[in-house]
């Protein structure tokens, strides 16, 4: 049924498929380069990569980023930042996408390892049933814990600095 579209498939790869010799030695516990939040490469297939026979667009309303100091975190960790996202079926079929939010912490403490941080985090999704040619306007929840870090020596912190936040996966922001 999904080979001859009477089934719209609209699922997301939960793991990232690396090109031949791009991952590290498997005798490297290091996070450097593996998962999709550590990996600089580009990948085969990316995490939260998927197909469909229509197509998505996406629109971030409001600010994409966000500094953050520590009064301010105080007051997310029991709440949530929202992220409001227009999502807009640009196909000829009726579809559902499910669409991905990340997080990249941009720590301003001069102590913590970049390297060692991950390069993005998926932070919020929420599946959207859309018709074809129909737009919606769709609310994420980022929770106070998502702008949090764990350290190199296991502790779980907040950093304060800048956060940016993405929504859609890699081919959906190349076409905005």
Do not use: W
Not at 89 to 104: F, K, M, R
Request: charged share 30%; net charge negative; glycine share 8%.
């Amino acid at each position: 049924e999904v080979l001859f579209g009477k089934i719209n498939p609209s699922g997301k790869l939960p793991i990232t498929f690396y090109k031949d010799g791009e991952q590290p030695e498997f005798t490297d516990y290091s996070m450097r380069n593996r998962t999709y939040r550590y990996y600089r490469g580009e990948a085969l297939y990316p995490f939260g990569y998927g197909l469909s026979y229509t197509g998505f667009d996406y629109k971030l309303e409001g600010r994409k980023t966000a500094s953050v100091n520590d009064e301010d975190y105080m007051a997310l960790q029991n709440t949530a930042v929202t992220l409001d996202v227009t999502v807009s079926n640009t196909g000829d079929y009726d579809g559902e996408e499910v669409v991905l939010a990340y997080v990249d912490k941009c720590p301003e403490d001069k102590n913590i390892d970049p390297d060692n941080q991950p390069i993005k985090s998926l932070c919020a999704f929420k599946r959207v049933s859309l018709k074809k040619g129909e737009s919606r306007k769709v609310t994420l929840e980022v929770s106070g814990h998502s702008l949090t870090t764990v350290l190199d020596d296991g502790t779980r912190k907040f950093l304060p600095g800048k956060y940016i936040f993405t929504v859609g996966d890699k081919r959906s922001e190349e076409r905005r």
